[in-house]
């Protein structure tokens, strides 16, 4: 039996990803409901964390809880890859051990060729190009609170980066227009703009991208790794703040969303995180129970 991956969006169908968001959406009312339920007693999920995480860690290991496994965490001095093992190695190794790998890594390179030496699913947790288990909350959050987003609009605002490229992908493959407002050479990558055709837009104008749409995100201007360029990024990026005066220029049913942890002050203004139209907490909340879908989707027969 060939084994499944979710290394990105495109790994699933559209029919698969709309199941795991409707799962994900009943686990999280069993979870609520106070149901035990333990489809997964006895499997282990590992976790290779190269980039530090809170809400990665803490929604995979209790998630893993929640459905009756465990989940061992592995920092960069836990494993040796840091300290020149290959990947191949590794993933030969730890897929005899564990019934899944989730990795949070710099390089997609590294979980694609993960994947392909190990013998069990590989999830992406997030790489330098793509971050698919957190579209995946977004996508539940927005199923959950307005229903679906096909045909919708949808707004990103600021940096072309990894949360970025898969909206590109999640227009794709839920159906939807995506406006991208950024600085020139802060685009997302065109591979994937290319896979996209004319579901996406860029702009330059934040009020252009956001004029009518019935979602608004953003994302930190300086990602992990970006630091030495953070006080370049602030100034070129100060024009595509999201402030609840952008988003007026918005649909009346405007969702705002943000993967966490937001910088106040810097991509958003303060108050937009405390504004009605803000859902940034369903969406943190919404990172536990997608994946927990997603794991069964990838383990129960």
């Known amino acids: 039996m060939t084994v499944r991956h979710f290394l990105s969006l495109m790994d699933c169908s559209p029919t ?7 799962r994900g959406i009943e686990l999280k009312s069993l979870h609520r409901q106070g149901v035990v339920y333990e489809p997964l007693k006895n499997r282990v999920l590992g976790m290779i964390f190269e980039k530090a995480s809170t809400r990665t860690r803490v929604s995979f290991e209790a998630g893993m809880i929640q459905l009756g496994g465990q989940a061992i965490f592995l920092s960069p001095r836990d494993t040796q890859l840091g300290r020149g093992e290959p990947v191949d190695d590794c993933a030969r190794v730890l897929s005899s051990m564990c019934d899944a790998m989730m990795i949070r890594t710099f390089a997609h390179e590294t979980l694609e060729t993960f994947a392909s030496y190990s013998q069990v699913p590989v999830i992406n947790g997030l790489s ?10 977004d ?25 970025c490229n898969t909206f590109v ?6 159906d939807f227009q995506l406006r991208v407002a950024c600085p020139e050479g802060y685009e997302p990558d065109h591979k994937f703009l290319d896979q ?3 579901r996406v837009t860029i702009t330059r104008d934040p009020r252009e991208a956001v004029a009518g749409a019935h979602l608004v995100n953003t994302d930190v201007w300086a990602s ?3 630091e030495d360029e953070a006080e370049a990024r602030l100034k070129r990026f100060k024009p595509y703040q ?3 005066e952008l988003l007026d220029a918005a649909d009346e049913s405007v969702l705002f969303m943000h993967c966490l942890p937001a910088h ?19 969406q943190a909340e919404n990172r536990l129970h997608a994946q927990k879908a997603l794991v069964e989707f990838l383990l129960v027969d």
């Open 196 to 198: 996209a055709g004319d």
């Open 242 to 244: 999201v402030t609840p």
């Open 16 to 22: 698969e990803l709309t199941s795991l968001l409707k």
């Open 264 to 282: 106040r002050g810097e991509e958003v203004d303060a108050d937009v995180m405390n504004d009605p139209r803000c859902v940034v907490w369903d």
């Open 169 to 174: 992908q999640a227009a794709v493959q839920f």
């Open 224 to 226: 992990m790794g970006q």
């Open 128 to 137: 330098d190009d793509l971050h698919p288990c957190q579209l995946l909350a």
């Open 139 to 163: 996508m539940q959050t927005f199923l959950e609170q307005r229903g679906s987003i096909q045909g919708k609009t949808v707004a990103w605002v600021g940096d072309g980066n990894n949360m």
